[in-house]
C-alpha cells in the first residue's frame, strides 16, 4: 500500500514538471504563432501561393491554459501556410477523454508536426475530430504513399485487427521500414524469451528458445535471421548472448549452455486470480494466464504478456512450474500456499518478514504454530496465525490434509467436511469484502465532501449491521472448530446455522434499500464527471481486484442467496441418522425463509420507502431501546406498515399521528409543521418532525371496540392496553371503520402467530423418540454481561439448546449478573454426537433480541467429567462477546440398557 502511494506521488510530481515545462513552451509556441501569422498577412497581400489553399485552410492549433493549468488546444479558423503531414494508423486506438482521438487501424490522419506536445503524443484531424493521440501507433506517410495505401502494404507493422493484444503506448514503436545489407561481418545472436507471431511480410515470428542470428540492431527493434527466414522482431523479446571468446563459429550449443545476461532472466509466472485496472498503464490478465515477469520490485512487477506489458500486483501471481520432463536442480516441494493477513516483521535470523496481502509458498507444516515457507525468495519461519489458506483446490481437499482421521473417512464424509469447509472459507472471504468496501469506499467517499450524510446513508444504509452478522456466524462457526479439537473433524454445524440465521433480520433492510442506492449512484455519475472519476480512482485499489462500488453493493444480495446452498450441499452429504441432520434442515428452512423475506422487502418498494421516511421524521427519544423500523419484528417476519392518518383524542381535541404496523401502534404528534401542506405524509421534501405521545402499543395486549351506540354519527373509537384505554376520534365515519377492522385483524394475526410458535416449541421438546438418556440442567446465573442499554444494563435470558430440543428462561430486567435458578432437561439421542449450547440473549420487543454470548459443552464431555460422582456445577465462559460466564448445574442420567429376561 505504501509503495503504491509512492509511486501515486511520484507520479504526480512528473505530471506537474511536465504541465510546468508546458507552459514555457505554450509562451514560445504563441511567440512563433504570433510571428507566422504576421508573415502570413504579408504574403496574402502579396498575393501568395494559391495552390495551397486546400492546406492552408486546415485549422490550426494554438495553445491555451485552463484553470487546472494543463495545455488545451484551441482551434482556429484562420488560413495557414503551415503544412500537415499525413500519418497512417497502425494499431485501433479508443480515446478515454474529449481530449484523445480515436482512430481505426490503417486510417489516414492529419498532423500538423510544429505543434507543441509532450514527448509520445501526437495532435491530429481525422473524419472532422481533433485530438491527441500514442505517436507509436502511427507512423508518418511518404509522399508517394499519401494518396495511395493498401492494408497489405509491405511496410504495415500493424497487429491484425483481431489479434487480442493492443500494444501500450511505451512499447517498441514503428518497424525499421528498410532491410539491412547482407555483409560478412561477425553477427550476434539471441535466445527467444518466448513465442512471438510475426504481423507483417516484413517482421520474423519464432518459438519460445529458438536460437536468431541478428544481422542488425535497433532501438527496440532487430532484423534477424532463423531457418532461412529474415525479418523484424522486437528486441524486448529475445536476450542476447554473452560470448567469452571472439571466434566467429556459429552457435551450436543447446539453449541450457546458454549463459543469459542479467537483463534477460526473466522469469514466467501464473496468474492466481483476474486482475483488471482502469489505469492505462496496468497490465490486465485473466487466472492461469503465463505472465513474463521482466522487473521485480516491492509489490508491483512489470511483465508482458504477448504484445501488452505493465505493471500488476505480485500477490496476484506464483512462480511458474518448471516443465518436469526436464528437471532443474531438485527443491523443496511446497505444500500449499497462504495468503498473509497481516504484516509480519522477523524477530530472528529464521524468520522471515512479508506483508498483508502477500502470497507465501508453505514448504513444511510440521510444527503447527510455525511454518517454513517462500516469499519473494525468501525462505524463513512465520506464525501461522497470520496467514489464511488459499481457495486455489478443492476446498474439501485443503480441509481433509489438515485432519488426523483422513483415512478413517467414507467419501460422504469428506465431502461433508469439505462443504462445512467452504461454508467458513466463503464467509471469511465474503467479511473481507465488506470490511474492505468500508475502507476503500466508505471512508474516502465521507471523507471528500461530495455526498451529504443523507446521501451516504442511502448508498450504505446498515452496512456496519451487515459486518456484525457475519463476524457473528464467522465466531461461532470458529468456536465450533476450535471445541472440535486440533485437527479434528466438525460434527456438528446446523444448530449455529439456524441461531445465526434468525439474526440476520439486517439484511431485510438492506436488501430493500438497494434499489434507491444504485439509482442514487447512477444519479450523481451522470451529472457529474468529477463524481465519476473519483470513484474510478478509488476503485483502482489493488484489493478491489477491479470491481467498482456497485460490485459491492451486490455482495449483500448474493451471499444471503447462497446460503440455501451451502446449507443444502452439507446437508445432502449427512445422513439421516446423523445428529446434525435435524438441525441442517431447520437451518435451510430458516435460509430460504430468510430469502423470502428479503425478495419480500425488495418487492415491496414502497413499504420499505415509508418505513425509512418515518425512520428519519420520527423521534422514538422516549423508548429505551433504538427502534429500526425497516426490519424484523420478533415473530411476525418483516414490518409493515399497514395504515397511518390523523387522529384525534376526545377530551383534549389533541391532534395525533398514527402509525398502525403488524406488531404495534404508534401513536406522534406533530413538533414541526410541514412547510408543504399539514396533511402530506411519506412526502421526500417535507421537514416535518414527530415525537412519541405514548409508548407503542402492542398489538397482542389490545382489545378493539366501537362506541356504546354505533349508530351514533360521532367517529369514536375505544382500544384497551392492559390497565389503559385510549378513546380516539377519527375524521369521518368510514375512516373509523377502516381504522377499527385493520386493527383488529392484525391482532388476531399476531395472537395466532404467538401461538402456533409455542406449539411448535413444546413438541419439539416432548419428542422423546429413543433417547438413551436424558440431562437435566440448572442454569444458575450469569455474571459480568456485556452492557446493551444507554444505562449500562441489560435484560438478559438463557436459552438453551439440543438440536430441536429448546428452552427459554425469563429475562431479568436492568442486570448484568442475573441469577436465573431456570430447571430443564433434554433427552439423548446420541452421547459422542449430542452438544448442549447455551446463548445469552437481551429482551428486544421491537427486533431480534441482541446477542450476549454463547458456550457450549458435549454430553460427551459431561459424561466423562461426572464419572458417577453426581452433579456437576460448572462455570463456562462466553464465546464471541468480550466479556461473560454463566453457571450451570448439570447432571446426566442413562438409562439401563441391559436387556431384560
Known amino acids: 500500500m505504501l509503495a503504491q502511494e509512492r509511486e501515486a506521488k511520484l507520479r504526480e510530481e512528473q505530471q506537474r514538471q511536465a504541465q510546468a515545462r508546458l507552459q514555457e513552451a505554450q509562451e514560445q509556441a504563441r511567440e512563433k504563432e504570433e510571428k507566422r501569422r504576421a508573415e502570413e498577412r504579408e504574403r496574402e497581400e502579396k498575393g501568395g501561393e494559391r495552390n495551397e489553399l486546400a492546406l492552408n485552410t486546415q485549422p490550426s492549433m494554438t495553445y491555451n491554459i485552463t ?181 566467429t563459429e556459429p552457435l551450436y550449443s543447446t539453449v541450457d549452455e546458454i549463459e543469459l545476461s542479467d537483463s534477460g532472466r526473466f522469469e514466467e509466472y501464473v496468474a492466481l486470480y483476474t486482475y483488471e485496472s482502469p489505469e492505462s498503464g496496468d497490465l490486465t490478465f485473466c487466472a492461469d494466464d503465463v505472465v513474463l515477469v521482466t522487473e521485480r520490485e516491492g509489490e508491483w512487477w512489470r511483465g508482458c504478456i504477448g504484445d501488452q506489458s505493465g505493471l500488476f500486483p505480485s500477490n496476484y501471481v506464483k512462480p511458474k512450474e518448471p516443465d518436469t520432463a526436464n528437471p532443474g536442480v531438485p527443491g523443496k516441494k511446497p505444500v500449499c500456499q497462504v495468503i498473509a493477513m497481516y504484516d509480519y516483521k522477523a524477530a530472528n535470523k529464521d524468520e522471515m518478514s512479508f506483508q498483508k496481502g502477500q502470497l507465501i509458498t ?116 470458529r468456536v465450533r472448530k476450535k471445541m472440535a479439537g486440533e485437527r479434528m473433524p466438525v460434527q456438528v454445524v446446523g444448530d449455529i446455522l439456524s441461531s445465526e440465521l434468525s439474526h440476520m433480520q439486517a439484511y431485510i433492510r438492506f436488501c430493500s434499500c438497494q434499489l434507491n442506492a444504485a439509482a442514487l449512484l447512477q444519479q450523481k455519475t451522470d451529472k457529474s464527471a468529477d463524481f465519476k472519476l473519483f470513484l474510478k480512482k478509488i476503485a483502482s485499489n489493488y484489493r478491489c481486484k477491479g470491481m467498482p462500488l456497485s460490485s459491492f453493493l451486490l455482495k449483500p444480495m448474493q451471499r444471503i442467496t447462497r446460503y440455501p446452498l451451502l446449507i443444502k450441499n452439507i446437508l445432502e452429504n449427512t445422513p439421516s441418522t446423523h445428529a446434525d441432520h435435524a438441525n441442517l434442515q431447520a437451518a435451510l428452512e430458516q435460509a430460504e425463509e430468510l430469502c423470502s423475506q428479503v425478495n419480500e422487502g425488495v418487492r415491496e418498494k414502497e413499504n420499505s420507502d415509508r418505513l ?178 444507554p444505562n449500562g444494563k441489560s435484560n ?57 454470548g454463547r458456550t457450549e459443552v458435549p454430553v460427551a464431555t459431561i459424561k466423562k467429567d461426572q464419572d458417577g460422582k453426581g452433579p456437576l456445577v460448572r462455570r463456562l465462559l462466553l464465546h464471541e462477546v468480550p466479556t461473560g460466564e454463566v453457571k450451570v448445574r448439570l447432571d446426566l442420567q442413562l438409562y439401563d440398557q441391559t436387556p431384560h429376561p
Open 67 to 247: 484553470e487546472n493549468k494543463s495545455l488545451q488546444p484551441v482551434v482556429t479558423t484562420e488560413a495557414t501556410c503551415a503544412a500537415l503531414t499525413t500519418y497512417r494508423a497502425l494499431y485501433p486506438f479508443t480515446a478515454r477523454n474529449s481530449d484523445e482521438l480515436t482512430l481505426e487501424a490503417d486510417c489516414l490522419i492529419e498532423v500538423d508536426e510544429s505543434t507543441v506536445r509532450e514527448t509520445g503524443w501526437l495532435y491530429g484531424s481525422y473524419r472532422g475530430n481533433n485530438g491527441w493521440f500514442p505517436e507509436s501507433y502511427a507512423e508518418r506517410c511518404s509522399k508517394g504513399t499519401q494518396t495511395e495505401w493498401t492494408a497489405t502494404n509491405s511496410q504495415s507493422t500493424a497487429p491484425s485487427t483481431n489479434y487480442p493484444g493492443i500494444p501500450r503506448v511505451d512499447i517498441e514503436g514503428p518497424t525499421p521500414t528498410h532491410t539491412p545489407v547482407s555483409s560478412n561481418t561477425q553477427h550476434s545472436q539471441a535466445v527467444a524469451l518466448c513465442e512471438w507471431s510475426a504481423k507483417t511480410d516484413s517482421h520474423l515470428g519464432f518459438s519460445k528458445d529458438d536460437i536468431i542470428t541478428v544481422l542488425e540492431k535497433q532501438e527496440n527493434w532487430c532484423y534477424g535471421e532463423l531457418n532461412e527466414s529474415r525479418g523484424w522482431f522486437p528486441c524486448s523479446y529475445v536476450s542476447m548472448v554473452i560470448t567469452n571468446n571472439t571466434q
Open 362 to 477: 508453505v514448504l513444511n507444516k510440521d510444527n503447527p504454530d510455525w511454518w517454513k515457507g517462500e516469499v519473494a525468495g525468501v525462505i524463513g519461519l512465520f506464525p501461522t496465525n497470520y496467514v489464511k489458506m488459499t481457495t486455489e483446490c478443492d476446498p474439501s481437499q485443503q480441509w481433509c490434509a489438515d485432519l488426523l482421521s483422513l483415512d478413517t473417512m467414507g467419501s460422504e464424509e469428506r465431502k461433508r467436511q469439505g462443504y462445512i469447509h467452504e461454508l467458513i472459507q466463503t464467509e471469511e472471504s465474503y467479511l473481507e469484502d465488506l470490511e474492505l468496501a468500508l475502507e476503500v469506499f466508505y471512508k474516502p467517499m465521507a471523507e471528500s465532501g461530495r455526498l451529504t450524510e443523507a446521501e451516504m446513508s442511502m448508498i450504505f444504509v446498515n452496512w456496519r449491521e451487515l459486518i456484525m452478522c457475519s463476524t457473528k456466524l464467522l465466531k461461532a462457526l
Open 612 to 789: 425509512e421516511w418515518i425512520q428519519n421524521h420520527v423521534l422514538c427519544d422516549g423508548v429505551i431501546e433504538h427502534l429500526v423500523f425497516n426490519s424484523l419484528t420478533n415473530c411476525l417476519g418483516p414490518r409493515k406498515l399497514l395504515h397511518s392518518g390523523k387522529l384525534h383524542k376526545t377530551k383534549s381535541s389533541k391532534e395525533l399521528w398514527a402509525f398502525l404496523f403488524n406488531d404495534f401502534l404508534l401513536l406522534t404528534y406533530t413538533s414541526k409543521q410541514f412547510s408543504s401542506g399539514p396533511d402530506k405524509l411519506f412526502n421526500p421534501n417535507s421537514n416535518a418532525q414527530y415525537k412519541m405521545y405514548k409508548t407503542p402499543v402492542f398489538l397482542n395486549e389490545v382489545l378493539v371496540k366501537m362506541p356504546s351506540d354505533p349508530s351514533s354519527d360521532d367517529p369514536v373509537f375505544h382500544i384497551s392496553h392492559i390497565d389503559r384505554v385510549y378513546t380516539l376520534k377519527a375524521d369521518s365515519i368510514y375512516e373509523r371503520t377502516t381504522w377499527v377492522q385493520k386493527i383488529k385483524a392484525a391482532s388476531d394475526n399476531f395472537i395466532e402467530t404467538e401461538k402456533l410458535k409455542r406449539e411448535k416449541a413444546y413438541q419439539a421438546r416432548s419428542q422423546k423418540n429413543s433417547g438413551i438418556g436424558r440431562l437435566l440442567v440448572t442454569v444458575l446465573e450469569a455474571t459480568e454481561l456485556k452492557p446493551c442499554k
Open 796 to 852: 438478559p435470558y438463557c436459552e438453551l439448546t439440543m438440536g430441536a430440543q429448546c428452552y427459554t428462561s425469563r429475562h431479568q430486567p436492568d442486570t448484568l449478573n442475573p441469577k436465573w435458578n431456570f430447571n430443564c432437561h433434554f433427552f439423548i439421542k446420541d452421547l459422542y454426537q449430542d452438544v448442549l449450547c447455551l446463548t445469552i440473549f437481551e429482551r428486544d420487543q421491537f427486533s431480534p433480541d441482541d446477542f450476549l
